[in-house]
């Protein structure tokens, strides 16, 4: 009768740290301080976008462009072709852009990651503030809202296709 108790015990011991285990090793996985599921491919864009965040601050059009697809294109969801934007346009509008800009400051939020195969695309909640240069006086402007970055996999990096 007592090998059989300890047998008992000894099975159900045995069960309760196999269900532990299990419970641990397959955790879900977050990205530290979001509520987005971790694995490469979403840690890749969220560096991505932070890479970015820091290169506008710096003004810097080149790193900026190297996040970019070569087929970058955003049509800001209008019919017109005028507020078009390709690679090379981007490039021109960020030096217009840059050239009144003394300082940029940018807070962003992500409040998703969301990839299939190739494509991903990320929701943001933005808050920057620019220090523009007037004719006679610097004045900071401040603006909030949201965007929807696209993403392509190129070559096996994610580079962002549209939403900037």
């Known amino acids: 009768m007592k090998n059989i108790i300890h047998l008992y015990l000894w099975r159900n011991t045995a069960l309760y740290f196999v ?27 969220f560096s991505l976008i932070g890479t970015y965040q820091a290169a506008l601050e710096e003004k810097s059009i080149e790193k900026i462009q190297s996040l970019l697809s070569l087929n970058y294109y955003d049509d800001f ?24 800009m003394k300082k940029i400051s940018l807070d962003l939020k992500i409040l998703q990651i969301q990839v299939d ?10 808050f920057y503030r620019v220090l523009v240069q007037l004719t006679d006086k610097e004045m900071w402007k401040s603006h909030d809202d949201h965007s929807r970055l696209h993403f392509i996999r190129e070559e096996n990096h994610w580079k962002i296709i549209a939403g900037l």
Not at 27 to 44: G, K, Q, S, V
């Open 117 to 126: 195969k190739d494509r991903a695309y990320s929701d943001l909640h933005f």
């Open 19 to 45: 269900l532990i285990f299990t419970m641990f090793s397959c955790a879900t996985r977050y990205i530290p301080n979001t509520e987005i599921l971790a694995n490469d491919d979403t840690e890749a864009i």
């Open 77 to 100: 969801g209008t019919r017109e072709n005028s507020d078009d934007l390709d690679y090379f346009a981007l490039q021109k509008r960020l030096e217009s852009d840059f050239e009144s």
